[in-house]
Structures are given as structure tokens and as C-alpha cells.
């Protein structure tokens, strides 16, 4: 708690002042770009990630990065706040990008392959229980980079599977097929700090560097 005590003081004494305009005009509404939906993972730091500002995303975050898919009339399966961060994000911020990230070395993929739930976790049990596709599809198909190590695989086919639990919910799906949201699924490197982006044609997650970053955009662009 110290050094979070400290870390205000400091944000208050040398940096306020560089944000003091923005947050007054934030405080009157916010137009963020995109829904950011990671894990709640103290290494994942989406603002310094993607070089974010205060306003510019809106945050999702959970256990895992999972997203319980919903029913034909558009009701969550699962937890209601993801659900209501979807909505409020596309219907009333009318952000037109939702980004879903995962990431190495991701615990709950860890507990996910280990199917030992602990007595302690009722509650993490049963959430984890929305990583089952995931780990049925690693199981059946295997993995899109067999270099990785097992729990790092899933993570990675656990970004595409939330992408399409994504999907099911109406208003987002009739967005995409509008082509008034794109949807993309990123993945996190820890330790060499890269972020990766799911191809769809080359099934697998490239490095986004300089070189792809403008492949990327046109990809998403209308």
C-alpha cells in the first residue's frame, strides 16, 4: 500500500499538471476508441501497452480474459458485468474497435489445463468453467504455435474462442456484419514485451511491429 500511496503523491506533485486540462474535459463526457478486454493479470498494463491516455479505452477486465457467450436474445450466460461492458461500450461510448487480449504465463490457463479445482475457489472454479471450449479446441485441433509451451497454446486459442463467445451476442454481430465494428484478437508476450495479433489468413499471431502495423489497419478499415 505504501507505493501506492507514494505513486499519488508523486502523480499529484509532477504530473497533474500535464493532465489537468484533459481531465476537465473528460469530466464532462468520455469518447474512448476502442473496448480493451484483458485478464486482470498485475503484468498486463494496457495503457502503457498500446501508449494510451486517460478516455482513449475503455477497460474490461477479468480472471482469464473470458467472456460467457450469450443466448439467442442477446443474454449473458455468465456474469452480467461483462455483458453490460458490452453494451454500454457499443450503444451508448459507440466505440467502433473491441480488442480481446491474452497472454503468456496467464494462471487461469495454467488451472484451466489442470483440472484440479480447489476447495478454497468455488468462484474461480466456476468461472473457469468458461474456458472449457477453449481447452476441448486445444485438445482436438492443437495449438497454432506448437513451440509454445501448453498453458501459453491455450491462451492463445483461448483469444479466439472469447472472440467468437463475442459474436454471439446480437448487437455485436449485427455491428460486424454492418461493418461498423471490427473486432481483434491480441496476444501478449511477458517476457519479450511483444503484442501479437491474430491472422486469420495464416491462422496464427504475428508480431505487430512497424512493418505490420499499417497491414493491419487496412485489414480493419471498412
Given at each position: 500500500m505504501?507505493?501506492?500511496?507514494?505513486?499519488?503523491?508523486?502523480?499529484?506533485?509532477?504530473?497533474?499538471?500535464q493532465?489537468?486540462?484533459?481531465?476537465?474535459?473528460?469530466?464532462?463526457?468520455?469518447?474512448?476508441?476502442?473496448?480493451?478486454?484483458?485478464?486482470?493479470?498485475?503484468?498486463?498494463?494496457?495503457?502503457?501497452?498500446?501508449?494510451?491516455?486517460?478516455?482513449?479505452?475503455?477497460?474490461m477486465?477479468?480472471?482469464g480474459?473470458?467472456?460467457?457467450?450469450?443466448?439467442v436474445?442477446?443474454?449473458?450466460?455468465?456474469?452480467?458485468?461483462?455483458?453490460?461492458?458490452?453494451?454500454?461500450?457499443?450503444?451508448?461510448?459507440?466505440?467502433?474497435?473491441?480488442?480481446?487480449?491474452?497472454?503468456?504465463?496467464?494462471?487461469?490457463m495454467?488451472?484451466?489445463?489442470?483440472?484440479q479445482?480447489?476447495?478454497t475457489?468455488?468462484?474461480?472454479?466456476?468461472?473457469?468453467?468458461?474456458?472449457?471450449?477453449?481447452?476441448?479446441?486445444?485438445?482436438?485441433?492443437?495449438?497454432?504455435?506448437?513451440?509454445?509451451?501448453?498453458?501459453?497454446?491455450?491462451?492463445?486459442?483461448?483469444v479466439?474462442?472469447?472472440?467468437?463467445?463475442?459474436m454471439?451476442?446480437?448487437?455485436?454481430?449485427?455491428?460486424?456484419?454492418?461493418?461498423?465494428l471490427?473486432?481483434?484478437?491480441?496476444?501478449?508476450d511477458i517476457?519479450?514485451?511483444?503484442?501479437?495479433s491474430?491472422e486469420?489468413?495464416?491462422?496464427?499471431?504475428?508480431?505487430?511491429?512497424?512493418?505490420?502495423?499499417?497491414r493491419?489497419?487496412?485489414?480493419?478499415?471498412?
Amino acid at each position: 500500500m505504501r507505493k501506492l500511496i507514494e505513486g499519488i503523491v508523486e502523480f499529484r506533485e509532477r504530473l497533474l499538471s500535464q493532465y489537468a486540462e484533459r481531465f476537465k474535459t473528460l469530466a464532462v463526457g468520455q469518447t474512448p476508441d476502442a473496448l480493451f478486454i484483458t485478464c486482470s493479470d498485475s503484468r498486463v498494463v494496457p495503457d502503457l501497452l498500446v501508449s494510451t491516455h486517460p478516455g482513449d479505452l475503455f477497460v474490461m477486465r477479468n480472471v482469464g480474459n473470458l467472456l460467457p457467450p450469450a443466448t439467442v436474445e442477446g443474454a449473458s450466460t455468465g456474469d452480467l458485468s461483462e455483458a453490460s461492458a458490452i453494451e454500454y461500450s457499443v450503444l451508448v461510448l459507440k466505440v467502433k474497435n473491441i480488442v480481446i487480449c491474452g497472454h503468456s504465463e496467464c494462471g487461469a490457463m495454467k488451472a484451466a489445463l489442470a483440472r484440479q479445482p480447489m476447495e478454497t475457489t468455488p468462484n474461480l472454479v466456476k468461472w473457469l468453467h468458461h474456458t472449457t471450449s477453449a481447452v476441448m479446441r486445444l485438445e482436438q485441433e492443437g495449438p497454432l504455435d506448437t513451440s509454445l509451451k501448453p498453458h501459453d497454446q491455450l491462451s492463445q486459442l483461448n483469444v479466439l474462442v472469447q472472440l467468437e463467445h463475442l459474436m454471439s451476442y446480437p448487437l455485436i454481430r449485427e455491428r460486424v456484419q454492418a461493418k461498423l465494428l471490427s473486432l481483434s484478437g491480441w496476444w501478449f508476450d511477458i517476457a519479450s514485451g511483444g503484442m501479437y495479433s491474430y491472422e486469420r489468413k495464416s491462422r496464427s499471431f504475428t508480431v505487430i511491429d512497424r512493418s505490420n502495423a499499417e497491414r493491419i489497419l487496412q485489414e480493419l478499415s471498412p
